[in-house]
């Protein structure tokens, strides 16, 4: 663990009540347990013996796990977690993959606007199928939700059409611009929360 995790590391940490997620870095290791920071506004998003889920880069793809608070010290705004030892030792280097995602969502551009139907989707793009013929040279709002009914707003750019001939449906696949970073870890817990709900199947 001490070869994946160490002190100034960038990590996400993601409470309860997804409002308090917050991007930070690693302020301290010790074999199972880190300290991190947080903001003080972000502070009252954490308690003491509850569960958070954490996810960061590393060599292999993404590294997710889910340790407990332990103490809080408000006085620095940081937080303690520890790991369950045998979650700790069960920890594993995660390759972070496209996850089938079937929902209606709205596209627009300065002229109109179109509901398209996803495919798939990832912390950086998606993939989704619409009528409308779609400009790689331009970029578009969409405004969709994930199993919330949050709205998560950016803008998308295409990198690949592909018209299917058969249903004249244009299958659009690009990545997400302008991203705001809670919107980011929204998206990330959740295609976590999705593969692994696969691999369990």
């Given at each position: ?12 940490v993601v409470p309860e009540d997804i409002k308090g997620a917050t991007s930070s870095n690693i302020q301290k290791t010790s074999g ?16 003491v013996n509850k569960t958070v889920e954490m996810f960061t880069i590393v060599d292999e793809g993404m590294l997710y796990f889910k340790?407990?608070v332990t103490e809080i010290l408000e006085n620095e705004n940081i937080i303690k977690v520890q790991f369950n030892k045998e979650e ?114």
């Open positions: 663990m001490k070869k994946l995790l160490k002190k100034n590391q960038k990590i996400w199972n347990k880190l300290e991190v920071s947080v903001s003080k506004e972000d502070l009252k998003y954490y308690s340790p407990k700790y030792d069960l920890l594993q280097r995660r390759e972070f993959t496209r996850i089938d995602f079937e929902k209606e969502f709205t596209l627009k551009d300065e002229n109109s606007e179109c509901v398209c139907q996803t495919i798939d989707i990832s912390a950086g793009g998606m993939k989704f199928a619409t009528d409308k013929m779609l400009s790689v040279e331009k970029d578009y709002v969409i405004e969709f939700s994930l199993e919330s009914n949050i709205p998560i707003q950016c803008f998308f750019k295409p990198i690949r059409v592909d018209q299917i001939e058969k249903t004249k449906k244009n299958i659009v696949s690009g990545r997400f611009i302008a991203l705001k970073n809670i919107d980011k870890i929204a998206i990330v817990q959740f295609c976590f929360k999705k593969q692994m709900e696969n691999k369990n199947k």
